[in-house]
DNA sequence: TAAATTCCGATAAAAATAATCGTATTTTTG
DNA sequence: CAAAAATACGATTATTTTTATCGGAATTTA
């Protein structure tokens, strides 16, 4: 509960390995090994970015993954939506369907719905840049 | 990701119920009727909280359980220890080991904490009380 | 044509979450 | 005192979500 999954965490660290090393095209091997990620993985992982339009990549030998734009420009929530099909606090917040109360009326739609919008702001101001350590330890 | 746990999600309703009828005793099995909750589920999540302090109970006929402290001074932030053990949003936020990097230095350990921090304080400034509509729709 | 790569669908394994069951204990009340 | 209505508790199962893996197809370079 409240917690990034696997795939954002990975593709955090991925980004901001491509962003250092964009002078060139990163395979997901190299980016595995580097990081340490398990390849078949973060190799779907970067597929589905691609998809998303946040990574061009080229096939073939020569192949691997540029950034589209700079990670000072992508934000976590954006990185969350392409990855995880946008997960809510509860149910209801993404849907149509009463999710929580089981009567008539959700006692508690209205507000859980402002905390989801406090925690989404969170993740909408803060970018893949943001989450680079400047200073190790 | 990102996400309530059915467990808080439960209590949330259960305590207003129960801070709704804070004349009486609430029976575990009434909050589940009323609510259309799952009984034992319900039943054992009300116990964990009477263990950990948020709730009396009392045994028998008769019995069932109250509340120690009004919900305006309950944080979810509380709630979500009680029931959960705490999670964080990534593994390292709450132990020992290196969770994200399997490199010497984690790249974004730090920035990862900030970002957990901010998540926290939202759910320390939100009671069980701010979760309740005032209207209805 | 061979090698290095992305691409894609399917599946499997593992972990976390949610739900259920059986039984013991406590308290009230008739 | 006995029965009923509760909580208490441990164990187990079921379900869902997350994480990982596999096998092969398509693409590009040299
Ligand atoms: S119906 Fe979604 S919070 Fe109640
Ligand atoms: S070791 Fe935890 S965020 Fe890196």
Do not use: H, W
């Not at 190299?30 to 080229?58: N, R």
């Not at 993954?65 to 606090?89: G, P």
């Not at 993740?123 to 943001?130: D, H, L």
Request: glycine share 4%; hydrophobic share 40%; proline share 1%.
């Amino acid at each position: 509960m409240i917690k990034l999954s696997k795939k954002v965490e990975y593709a955090i660290l991925a980004l901001q390995y491509i962003a250092e090393n964009s002078s060139k095209t990163n395979t997901a091997k190299e980016i595995a090994g580097k990081l340490s990620l398990p390849y078949d993985f973060l190799s779907k992982l970067l597929q589905t970015l691609m998809k998303k339009g946040l990574l061009v990549s080229q096939l073939g030998v020569k192949g691997g993954y540029k950034l589209v734009k700079q990670i000072s420009e992508i934000t976590v929530e954006e990185l969350m939506n392409a990855l995880d099909e946008r997960s809510s606090i509860v149910d209801c917040a993404d849907g149509d369907s009463n999710c929580c109360s089981r009567t008539e009326i959700c006692d508690i739609r209205s507000p859980i719905m402002t905390l989801q919008e406090q925690i989404n702001n969170i993740f909408k101001n803060t970018t893949i840049a943001n989450l680079k350590n400047n200073i190790n330890i």
